[in-house]
């Protein structure tokens, strides 16, 4: 059953990225100045987040070795603030395409990104905990807002979902492969992530500022959104992710 979601899940992704289901236009670039739009010849196919001026986290599933522009600083995706080429890419050694386990990747960029005074562009500080289960958190991307749609909005879109525990996207989804490396959220019928949004950011706000608890991996095929999605824990994997970052 997994293994057939993820090849339709794939499938979705190759033709259009992941989006957000039931969600709402930002309001303005600083409404998330970590998220970016990773693109080939102009095309936008999966999201990403700044982890400090030279390097971005998104997931493996997204990785495309060839011709990718990291776009910034803006909440339509046609119009950057900043679009940067992505010189060097890093996927997880463990990466599993079957089971989308370790779905994590980094991309290096051939020149820093522009944070400074107009907070367009900022980075997001990487999670070194864990969140208990029923943290809000905030996903955003230019995903899909229709499940098995075609046209992906050009206007960034937000949501707000629940982080649950893996026991309870287990009993969900009945399936034992959801691992240590996945951050189950959602699946309250409320928003949800779609094809478009892949490696985007789930983000928590910890008190003064922003954490990047998870990216965008998978979820149901027609996104629905009674069921929970999964995002990779940053958590699982913080030394990886601070050998290639230094973040």
């Known amino acids: 059953m997994l293994n057939l979601f993820v090849i339709l899940l794939l499938a979705a992704a190759a033709s ?41 986290m998104s997931a493996c599933h997204c990785l495309q070795k060839n011709n990718v522009y990291v776009i910034m600083g803006t909440t339509d995706y046609r119009y950057p603030y900043q679009s940067v080429y992505a010189d060097n890419f890093f996927c997880h050694s463990s990466y599993n395409s079957n089971t989308m386990d370790y779905d994590y990747s980094m991309l290096h960029l051939s020149q820093q990104a522009a944070t400074g005074s107009t907070n367009k562009i900022s980075t997001i500080y990487v999670a070194d905990r864990e969140y208990p289960s029923g ?13 098995g749609g075609n046209n992906l909005p050009t206007q960034l879109q937000y949501g707000y979902t629940n982080l649950m525990s893996a026991a309870s996207c287990r ?16 699946g309250s019928n409320a928003v949800d992530a779609c094809q478009g949004d892949s490696g985007g950011p789930l983000a928590v706000y910890d008190g003064s500022y922003w954490v990047l608890v998870g990216n965008t991996s998978w979820g149901s095929p027609n996104c629905d959104t009674g069921v929970p999605s999964m995002w990779s824990k940053n958590y699982a994997v913080r030394d990886w992710i601070y050998y290639y970052s230094g973040v």
């Open 16 to 56: 259009a990225s992941e989006r957000i289901i039931n969600g709402n236009n930002a309001p303005s670039a600083t409404f998330a100045p970590w998220q970016v739009s990773l693109q080939r010849y102009g095309s936008h196919f999966c999201g990403g987040s700044l982890i400090s001026k030279y390097y971005v």
């Open 135 to 147: 943290t809000q958190a905030l996903i955003t991307g230019w995903g899909l807002t229709v499940g």
């Open 171 to 186: 009993s969900s989804w009945g399936v034992a492969t959801i691992t240590d490396r996945m951050q189950c959220a959602g």
